[in-house]
């Protein structure tokens, strides 16, 4: 059965600081991967469907990758080329 949760209660479970957690809630924390998995773990979060629809180049700013195929040839020493 699932029970509500306060933040305090979920920064509680996860040991991270309820300042932290708001932060990553609204958007603007940039959480270390580790923090997630230990987040999703405690609310028994499937990772493929916080992921499962990520979209890398749905990012926008800084955020967005660029893609390999757009570094230009000198970034390439010819052992590193893998494509």
Known sequence: MKQSLTIQGLAAACELDVSNLRKIEKGLGNPRFATVLRVAGV?????????????PYGLTGRDHPKPLSEFPESFWRPKDRIA
């Open 43 to 55: 609310l028994e979060a499937d990772l493929r469907e916080l992921f499962g629809e990520l979209d």
